[in-house]
């Protein structure tokens, strides 16, 4: 299974930017899909997911009501439209997929993709 992120850049506050991941050689459908980040010093941090097949969607505190995640499961593609971006924002966001039905431990998820980096500043 190969998981490639893309979209990453450099923004100013306040600005939206849309990540997308592309997964192959797997089942897309039946995975739980997750984008984390990972700021410099500290750990990967969970941003949301969406369950398998359609299923809900989640997000962490931190994003909730400026990340949409969403999914195509023709395309095999996850996405997370980031706005209202902050500078705490800045991160290299990593997706990853798992076939566990939902966790939000980074440590269960068995493919991930290289990151993309998201640099929030004036």
């Known amino acids: 299974v190969h998981v490639a992120e893309s979209g990453g850049g450099l923004v100013q506050p306040g600005a939206a930017l849309p990540l997308a991941c592309v997964v192959s050689g797997g089942t897309f459908s039946t995975y739980l899909m997750a984008w984390f980040r990972q700021a410099p010093g500290k750990e990967r941090e969970f941003v949301g997911c969406?369950?398998?097949?359609?299923?809900?969607?989640y997000y962490s505190t931190a994003v909730k009501g400026r990340f949409t995640i969403s999914r195509d499961n023709a395309e095999n593609t996850l996405y997370l439209h980031m706005s209202s971006l902050k500078p705490e924002d800045t991160a290299v966001y990593f997706c990853?997929?798992?076939?566990?039905?939902?966790?939000?431990?980074?440590?269960?998820?068995?493919?991930w993709g290289q990151g993309t980096q998201v640099t929030v500043s004036s």
């Open positions: 990853a997929a798992t076939e566990t039905y939902y966790t939000r431990t980074a440590d269960d998820f068995e493919y």
């Open positions: 969406s369950v398998r097949n359609g299923g809900a969607i």
